[in-house]
């Protein structure tokens, strides 16, 4: 669900700007939801068979509900399956009708010189890999921190109050261990990168660099532990993997454009950035008929 908004905010900024590139890496996304779908089947028809390899009788019971719940929706996420690949298809066909659409806008956006259109593609490149950045991220923070206080607290209470050993305060130090590793860190990294993009600042730039360095470690950690302790992680191994790995590619991406972005830092292309967002905003704005009939004369006679 919150994928499709995301694709949707997403389509709406690739219009309203002409970016081809986001277009592209759209398509991506969308393909990639496809394979996600199919791999949340698959990991539910999983946790139903290996029902049969418990023997406690609380844990049998749970699984048992599991399982009545996998046949109950088994058949609505096949058909959650199928219209994700229907709507795949027509996305890309929508998307290559717009790409034409738009190909001569960066042209007039930018004018001949190659060198500037190069460094505005890269502009726009290191834009989109920060809005799948902000997806990705904060996607793997939710869902560790929900199987952190819905799943693993409970269940570390429930043992602490039996006389178990203290295992609350281990769930907490790992708590705010995410939080500060992965959503702060996070929200500072992109804050960072996107504020020294658009007004051309080296030491926020900088910042972003060291920051991905440091998430880049964290999520190797976190990957090492989801894969050392596959009982724990019953359930989620998958998904989290999935976003793990999805996040690290991301970095992979986001640090080579980054440090290409900053070397173009004062070569020029902030007049044209801001002139295009200056353009853009002046052509969306409501206007009165007569002004817009004014400015419209006066557009047509420069051009």
Known sequence: MLAQVFTVILVIDAIYQRNTIQLIALVAFELGMSAYSIIQFHQSSTLSKN????TLEKSLR???RLNNAFLNSKWAEITQICVMILSTIVFIFLAYKLYLEFGWHIYKKIGADLAMRDRYK???IFMMLLKFDFFFFLGFSVQYLA???VAWWPDDKAKEALGGEDLVSEIIRELIEHLVLSCLVSIAMLISAYWGLRREKKI???VFLALCAASMAYYIYTLFLITGNPDKYRGSKVFLSFFLCVDMVLILASVPVGILCLRNFNLGLINHISHATASATSAHSMAPLGVEKSNSSRRWSIE
Do not use: F, P, R
């Open 204 to 206: 926020q730039m900088y």
């Open 122 to 124: 890269t502009y726009q």
């Open 147 to 149: 199987l952190i206080v």
């Open 51 to 54: 029902s049969k390899d418990v």
């Open 62 to 64: 749970a699984l048992e």
